[in-house]
């Protein structure tokens, strides 16, 4: 028998306990409660992705279950909030009982991970397009922004840039000699979720880089008013990343091709040591990488000269599928 619009949530979505305080009513009802305790603010964040413009037809379904999860949490993270609850709509060509399975395991996986509840959401019929709303929790006016990076503030970035765009050349059909955590990282982002709780009362301004550092770091310095210089020397790459540069010359590439998922933000002077022990705790590396200036617009240096980007990071609706 063929799967009916709400034999498909209850197989492969509802039933799921809640484990949040939080969430007051799940799935089952017209609407979803959730209770925000005293001195704390809900932050709120929806994300989509739809099919042969943000992953390719043939995409395994677990790891897109995990990658529309974790985008939305690591919006999440950038702010400074703790999640706690996702609501999540699909719209699916047909039902496909192996596809369902496969995406419905990698989302809830991550859920129970980052200890998220999945208190409703919607299905239809339609192209495939997959959409999250996800929600946390952060103290009352502790929230990360981008509007608050002051001159003088130090720029530091997460992890490692450009492996997710170098998966993508993989994907494509562009690059053949990069190794399998490049794909990795292009189709299971990890999201910087713990980084983002330390950050608070650390960090003056945050965003996490989706579509690429100078496009999204741009974002953060239109918000607060102020420019940025940039060191492309500092700039953090793996071993894959760096090879690829030296056999290309692509120096571009790790600074927009997007998809990294990593946190830019900047900090006082004064708090950098404080900054390192705490992330040190975490075990996830930074990287000071540049400076807030009065002068509006980011300027890029390499070997001591500024360069131009003639790159664009990603941009709906004038960018072609990645």
């Known amino acids: 028998m063929a799967l009916t619009e709400f034999g498909l949530i209850d197989r492969f979505f509802a039933g799921q306990p809640l484990i949040n305080a939080c969430?007051?009513?799940?799935?089952g009802d017209d609407c979803a409660l959730i209770?925000?305790?005293?001195?704390?603010?809900?932050?709120?964040?929806?994300?989509?992705?739809?099919?042969?413009?943000?992953?390719?037809?043939?995409?395994?379904?677990?790891?897109?279950?995990?990658?529309?999860?974790?985008?939305?949490?690591?919006?999440?993270?950038?702010?400074?909030?703790?999640?706690?609850?996702?609501?999540?709509?699909?719209?699916?060509?047909?039902?496909?009982?192996a596809w369902l399975e496969g995406f419905s395991?990698?989302?809830?996986?991550?859920?129970?991970?980052?200890?998220?509840?999945?208190?409703?959401?919607?299905?239809t019929s339609g192209a495939l397009v997959l959409t999250v709303q996800a929600m946390g929790l952060v103290p009352?006016?502790?929230?990360?922004?981008?509007?608050?990076?002051?001159?003088?503030?130090?720029?530091?970035?997460?992890?490692?840039?450009?492996?997710?765009?170098?998966?993508?050349?993989v994907a494509q059909g562009l690059v053949s000699d990069a190794p399998e955590a490049v794909l990795q990282r292009l189709?299971?982002?990890?999201?910087?979720?713990?980084?983002?709780?330390?950050?608070?009362?650390?960090?003056?301004?945050?965003?996490?880089?989706?579509?690429?550092?100078?496009?999204?770091?741009g974002h953060l310095l239109r918000a607060s008013g102020v420019g940025a210089s940039i060191d492309w020397d500092r700039l953090p790459f793996s071993r894959a990343v760096a090879d690829y540069i030296t056999r290309t010359g692509d120096w571009q590439m790790p600074l927009t091709a997007g998809d990294d998922y990593e946190l830019c933000f900047t900090i006082p002077p004064e708090r950098e040591n404080l900054l390192q022990e705490r992330l040190h705790s975490l075990h996830c590396t930074c990287r000071k990488i540049g400076c807030i200036e009065v002068s509006q617009g980011l300027r890029v240096t390499k070997a001591g000269r500024e360069v131009q980007i003639t790159v664009p990071g990603f941009e709906h609706f004038t960018m072609a599928a990645r």
């Open 105 to 123: 395991s990698g989302f809830i996986h991550l859920a129970r991970r980052f200890s998220v509840d999945l208190i409703g959401g919607d299905t």
């Open 35 to 97: 209770e925000v305790p005293d001195g704390c603010e809900l932050a709120v964040t929806t994300d989509t992705m739809v099919e042969n413009v943000h992953f390719f037809s043939d995409a395994d379904p677990e790891c897109l279950g995990h990658k529309l999860l974790a985008v939305n949490l690591s919006d999440l993270a950038s702010m400074g909030a703790r999640p706690c609850a996702a609501t999540l709509a699909l719209t699916l060509p047909s039902v496909d009982a």
């Open 140 to 169: 009352k006016d502790m929230a990360l922004r981008r509007a608050s990076a002051r001159v003088g503030d130090l720029v530091y970035i997460t992890g490692d840039l450009g492996d997710a765009g170098l998966g993508l050349k």
């Open 187 to 217: 189709h299971r982002p990890e999201p910087r979720v713990a980084a983002g709780l330390t950050l608070r009362n650390l960090a003056s301004a945050c965003i996490d880089v989706s579509d690429g550092l100078v496009s999204d770091l």
């Open 23 to 27: 969430s007051r009513l799940g799935i």
